[in-house]
Each structure stands twice: as structure tokens, then as C-alpha cells.
């Protein structure tokens, strides 16, 4: 059995005891019947992976003993913010979840006009929580040691107005790209960015027109993915999936 791995949110270092967040231990006892003396990995998104031997389990808590830790990364070279109109409640779990597998850099969940969940206030606050959990598990599974954030709501013309602050430079080199079916030019078409790709990709009605002219005017590039109308979520993926081919890991 691979060792299991389970994320971490705080400082670790090796020597170190420390109680396994409650998920985790749950997981780690209940599920994986893991016992004292086994190996878990942990990881803070500090790029490293730390191996840890469980040295007590009681009531209370799953204490680890931390003995080492290794820079491991598999972070694709190729730098991807996801720019995604927010779907409804799954299909937005999904794209997120699958997103961090196919390696995305960071996501920025848009409130598009045609979005149809609104969120505000806590109901907001909660669901970006939720968001970045579904992130943290899909790193314990995929093996990534880097948590890709999940930044907070915005609408599409804030973003756009803002820096993107993807990757080392401000905005050298970077590549923009807009998911639309009724593009004429397809990913090949592009050239290799030096730098980040921005990818945006509409909500479950697609982006407004409004949306599209101000995406283009922010030096979008609308791209099309084949002849078939894709859902929201198979969009996104497909775009990471086929970026990673062309100018990433894969
Ligand atoms: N009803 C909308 C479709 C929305 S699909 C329309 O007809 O325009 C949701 C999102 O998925 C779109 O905003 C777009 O970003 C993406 N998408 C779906 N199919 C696509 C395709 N073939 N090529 C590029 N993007 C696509």
C-alpha cells in the first residue's frame, strides 16, 4: 500500500510531535485501520513532504512523530491561473478537484452575470472555505505539495482590472486565453507563452456578451475547443489537459 498522505495546514518540521487535524486521524484510524509504529506523509504546501511514524493513538488524538522531510515536486513548468465563471454547487466541486490533478496553478472563481448561484456575504465565506478544502484533498490524493490558492470571488470586470499575479513576473509574457465555442482559433494556433497562461472559462449559460467584449478587450484570445459545445467543467479540463500536452508535463 502506498504510504498515506494527508495535508497538513501548519508549520512542520522534523522532531516535531503533532496531532493529525481531525479528518485526517479519522481517516487515518477508522478507514485505513493504520495503527501505531505506521508511516504517514504530510505536507503544509510548503513544497515539502515530510514522512511521519504514528507514536500514539488514544481518544483524544493521532500523535505523529515527524522524522523527515524532502523537497518533492511535481509542479508542471507550465504556470495556469483558471479564470472560472462560478457553476452550480458539484460541477464547481468538480472543475476544482480536477483542475488540481491536471495541475493548475491557482484558481479565481468569477461571479459571472450568467452564474446561478449567487453568493455573498457567509453563505460566500463558507463556500470559499469549502472550495479550498476540495483543493487541499485533491493535493492528498494527486501527490502535489503545493496547495494552488483558491482566490476569493470577484466579478469578471474586477479581475480584470486587477493584476494577475500568476508566476514571477507582473504580467511579462503571460498568455491569456478565453474558452468560447464560437472562437475561430484553436489552442494550436497559439504560440508558447514565456510566461503564465490565463484561462477563462464560463459558467454553465457561458459569459455574457458584455463579459466577452471586455475579455477581449483585456487581451483575451478566444480559443475553441473542437466543434461540439462542451459543458462548463469538461471545458476547463479539457483546455488544462490539452495545455499540459502542448507546453507543460505531459
Ligand atoms: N450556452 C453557451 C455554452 C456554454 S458552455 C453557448 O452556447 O455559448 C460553458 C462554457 O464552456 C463556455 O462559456 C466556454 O467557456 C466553455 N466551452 C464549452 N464548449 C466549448 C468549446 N467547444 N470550445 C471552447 N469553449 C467551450
Redesign the pocket.
Known sequence: MRIPRFYFPDHLAPGARVALPQAAAHHAVRVLRLGENDLVRLFNGDGCEYRARIVRIDKQAVVVLIESAAPLSCESPLNVLLVQGISSGERMDYTLQKSVELGVGAIQPIQAERSVVKLSGERMQKRMQHWQSVVASACEQSGRNVVPEVRPVSGLMECLGQASGVGHQASGGELRIH?????ELSLRDLEKPLGPVLLA???????SDHEHAALKQCGYIA????P?????ET?ALAALAALQILWGDY
Open positions: 474558452l468560447s465555442p464560437d472562437a472559462a464560463g459558467p454553465e449559460g457561458g459569459f480559443v475553441k475547443l473542437g461540439r459545445i462542451l459543458r462548463t471545458a
